[in-house]
């Protein structure tokens, strides 16, 4: 009989140049905790609710990506996706969180219901509100 280890998701890693800088950014943004930091470039923040955590890890080499995307420059890996039950007020909240929003907006999405925006350390990510 095979044994079916157990696998759990706990965490996502994002990479950056400042970890204080971003990790501030996602706590005031998600109104997250800062569960553990070493002092030296590594945070963790946590959902007071529970569920999967954000550890934020500062590179020394780290590039921004470019969006969108273009051939020769660093390209996003992966992205957010944060629902929002009020768009304009989760933009203002972004910014004045210091995060920025992205210049470049697909002209085919729906600006009332979707917004690209880009967090301290050029990482964009999606505010949307639920179509329903």
Known sequence: MTVIPSISWTTL???????EVLGAFYSRLLGWEV???DGVG?????NPEGGIGLNIQAEEAYEPPVWPEQ???????????VLVNDLDGAVRLVLECGGDEAPHQP????RTRL??????????????VDGE
């Open 13 to 19: 890693t994002v990479d950056c140049a400042d970890a």
């Open 115 to 128: 917004r690209i925006m880009l967090d301290p350390a050029g990482h964009p990510f999606c505010l949307f």
């Open 42 to 46: 590594w945070l963790q923040l946590r």
């Open 35 to 37: 569960a553990a930091r």
């Open 107 to 110: 002209a085919h999405r729906d």
């Open 71 to 81: 051939p020769g420059h660093q390209a996003k890996m992966m992205h957010f996706e």
